[in-house]
């Protein structure tokens, strides 16, 4: 167990919908990180939160957002989903700190995988 | 651009045999070398990393990598295999000159099978 929550597991969504993926980082990290997995464009970073601010941005889509709370805890929100939003959406966490190079490693969480019909 | 590249979709070991799955990188400046490994229905795993210092990094449940600057590789070892070794392994970079984002560049991915 990496400390690293998300919930759901499981999301069938129709296209069109919108929906909300959580994800609570392992106590004491600051850092989040966002990945999706898909079969076509394997693991690729979406975008990354550092207490409470977003430091760094990957391949994510406009329709995509994301955040983080005052308690660390994120939110990666998915809105008019397509069909090939299909994928697993990991959450990971790591101990970074402000300013500095990271080179520490991140702690993945089980991830949700998202059904769009 | 950062790239990872792990030029076998899968391997296959016999138990008890060595086995390596191979990456290389390519990225501007000093990387930061990471493998993670990846079980059904489960997150990534952190295995072990490649900061600086030794080029033979050893990491968890008995993998090691050995970090090659002239080939630009970092491949993952592990001198006998388990059957449960078998799953999916990623090789992943982080470049040195990316801020202050530890954001990770994935390989594709390689499928270890290990048979009894």
């Known amino acids: 167990d990496s400390g690293v929550t998300q919930t759901p597991k499981h999301l069938i969504t129709a296209t069109g919908q919108r929906v909300t993926l959580r994800c609570s980082p392992r106590?004491?990290?600051?850092?989040v990180y966002w990945y999706q997995q898909s079969l076509d464009q394997g693991l690729q970073f979406l975008i990354q939160y550092y207490n409470g601010e977003e430091r760094a941005k990957g391949n994510i889509l406009e329709r995509f957002s994301a955040q983080q709370f005052p308690d660390l805890h994120s939110e990666l929100n998915l809105s008019s989903l397509e069909l090939g939003d299909s994928a697993l959406y990991f959450c990971?966490?790591?101990?970074?700190?402000?300013?500095?190079?990271?080179?520490?490693?991140?702690?993945f969480g089980p991830g949700t995988r998202l059904t769009v019909l | 651009a950062q790239s990872v590249a792990q030029p076998e979709d899968q391997v296959n070991v016999a138990e008890g045999n060595p086995l390596t799955v191979k990456c290389t990188y390519s990225v501007s400046g000093n990387p930061y070398l990471f493998w993670y490994v990846q079980y059904p229905n489960r997150g990534l795993q952190f295995l072990l990393k490649y900061i600086t210092g030794d080029n033979l990094v050893k990491g968890s449940y008995g993998f090691e990598a050995e970090f090659n600057k002239s080939q630009t590789s970092f491949h993952l070892k592990k001198p006998s295999a388990l059957v449960s070794d078998s799953a999916l392994y990623f090789c992943a970079v982080r470049a040195h000159f990316s801020g202050n984002t530890g954001k990770l560049i994935f390989g594709q991915g390689t499928t270890l099978e290990v048979k009894p």
């Open positions: 990971a966490s790591s101990v970074d700190s402000s300013g500095a190079l990271s080179y520490n490693e991140q702690f």
């Open positions: 106590s004491g990290d600051l850092s």
